[in-house]
């Protein structure tokens, strides 16, 4: 049986579809919540590791000292030779945590835009199935560089770094396919102060508007569970 630890940084951004996932494939599902003050779980209590996103930033330890140890956490997990998702924020501590810088991007990306994976994408079997070219949902205003020894593995027009997989087992998404219609509910009621003026940021009407491509992200999120944890 695999068992799934998570990593959630604010009760708005849950695992969404991975819950399902979950639940269908008979995992056994354990979690940290860092808003509950939760402790972070020893390499040995997992098999999968998935790290949420969250409004906040990975340099920002002296607001949420947590973060320290969530880099220590993750840092042995990587060492321990486990998988490990990590989206959008949980992507960009990933980075931080193997070395490459995160910063701002040069522009804030929210919304549904397309997704294109790189030649790098077929050297690994975490992205089989997958389209070459797929929407998916952002939000995100930084971004992170692609970690050294890690393949570089989809862009879109307004960030280059969209994901990377690294030793074949440890993958960062900066975009978001987990996402329930409840969930970005969450981020429009809890973040829209992000939503400002831009050539890639989309109104929350027009979010609502594309609900119905919740369908084809989770789909999505499912194929690469099943490469995950094969």
């Known amino acids: 049986m695999t068992r799934l630890h998570f990593i959630q940084h604010v009760p708005f951004e849950g695992l969404g579809c991975v819950e399902t996932y979950a639940a269908n494939n008979g995992f056994m599902v354990s979690g940290t919540r860092v808003y509950e003050k939760n402790p972070?779980?020893?390499?040995?209590?997992y098999d999968l590791?998935?790290?949420?996103?969250?409004?906040?930033g990975v340099h920002d330890e002296r607001i949420h000292p947590w973060i320290i140890d969530e880099k220590k956490c993750?840092?042995?997990a990587?060492?321990?030779d486990k998988k490990i998702l990590g989206i959008c924020l949980g992507a960009q501590l990933i980075?931080?945590?193997l070395g490459a810088k995160v910063y701002v991007n040069r522009a804030r990306e929210i919304g549904w835009f397309p997704v294109t994976l790189t030649r790098d994408a077929g050297k690994t079997g975490i992205?089989?199935?997958i389209s070459g070219r797929f929407t998916a949902f952002h939000w995100h205003g930084e971004t992170f560089d692609?970690?050294?020894g890690a393949l570089h593995i989809a862009l879109s027009e307004a960030c280059t770094n969209q994901a990377f997989v690294y030793n074949d087992r440890v993958v960062g998404l900066q975009f978001h396919c987990e996402s329930t219609a409840d969930g970005i509910g969450g981020l429009i009621d809890n973040c829209g102060d992000e939503m400002r003026e831009g050539p890639y940021m989309q109104t929350a009407e027009e979010i609502r508007s594309n609900m119905d491509?919740?369908?084809g992200i989770n789909a999505t999120m499912n194929s690469l569970l099943d490469n995950i944890t094969l």
Do not use: H, K, Y
């Open 40 to 45: 972070f779980p020893d390499p040995d209590a």
């Open 49 to 56: 590791l998935v790290i949420m996103g969250g409004p906040m």
């Open 74 to 76: 993750i840092e042995r």
């Open 78 to 80: 990587i060492q321990n």
């Open 95 to 97: 980075a931080t945590v």
């Open 127 to 129: 992205f089989n199935g």
């Open 146 to 148: 692609i970690p050294c």
């Open 213 to 215: 491509r919740i369908a």
